[in-house]
Nanobody, 124 residues
Framework: QVELVESGGGLVLTGGSLRLSCVVS????????MAWFRQAPGKEREFVGA????????YYPDSVKGRSTISRDNLKNTLYLQMNSLKPDDTAVYYC?????????????????WGQGTQVTVSS
């Protein structure tokens, strides 16, 4: 079993930055893929990016490419999402997710474990 706990959300002005964290506990995650998703009110959950934990390979959708960076700290078992040049459209609850294999996926149904989410609000 894997437990994921996100933090770092909050209120930020347009153009600002935030770094979200996701602490992973419960089992080794060396051979897994992890991802960030977000869900705005009234919208479907959206893929924000993913990382293959053991080699650090990342993948981002066009909606956030160039503005977001996913990284991980092996010693702290923590996943990060750095977001820059934030826009009101980035307002959402952000979730981290993990799967039992290392293949990167953009589909939320492929992820086995989820955090509780952290709210990000971008004000204009």
């Amino acid at each position: 079993q894997v437990e994921l706990v996100e933090s770092g959300g909050g209120l930020v002005l347009t153009g600002g930055s935030l770094r979200l964290s996701c602490v992973v506990s419960g089992r080794t995650i060396a051979n897994t893929a992890m991802a960030w998703f977000r869900q705005a009110p009234g919208k479907e959950r959206e893929f924000v990016g993913a990382i293959r934990w053991n080699v650090g390979i990342t993948y981002y959708p066009d909606s956030v490419k160039g503005r977001s960076t996913i990284s991980r700290d092996n010693l702290k078992n923590t996943l990060y999402l750095q977001m820059n040049s934030l826009k009101p459209d980035d307002t959402a609850v952000y979730y981290c997710a993990a799967r039992n294999t290392a293949r990167l996926l953009t589909d939320e149904s492929g992820y086995d474990y989820w955090g509780q989410g952290t709210q990000v609000t971008v004000s204009s």
